[in-house]
């Protein structure tokens, strides 16, 4: 699955969220989609679920306060750092993807 292989490129120490997650994947609109792919996740196929958090930086998990302990704990031990409950999106957002569509652009037409 594409959500999976995304999620697998987040470098230790980054986030992104679900909607990016979804639009690098090539289901824009689809956040709900990868958070439903987030949870199947299991050891026999591990990705770093606690790398993806919801706009704005929020945990969102909602199953269990257990989890969402957990992630921010994960997160924290990769030097990602908190404003209250929120991650610092500015400095700790993963970029891919991110550029405005005009530099894009430009990307590719120096090929």
Do not use: C
Not at 52 to 67: E, H, M, P, W
């Amino acid at each position: 699955m594409k959500v999976y292989g995304t999620v697998r490129r987040i470098p230790m120490g980054k986030v992104a969220t679900y909607g990016q997650i979804a639009r690098l994947a090539g289901k824009p609109g689809a956040a709900r989609m990868v958070g439903w792919a987030m949870s199947s996740s299991s050891p026999r196929n591990p990705v770093p679920w606690h790398r993806v958090v919801g706009a704005g930086g929020r945990i969102i998990i909602s199953k269990a306060l257990t989890y969402s302990e957990m992630q921010r704990q994960l997160l924290q031990r990769e030097g990602v750092q908190f404003r209250g409950d929120r991650v610092r999106m500015d400095e700790f957002q993963w970029k891919a993807g991110l550029e405005p569509k005009s530099s894009r652009k430009k990307k590719l037409s120096k090929r």
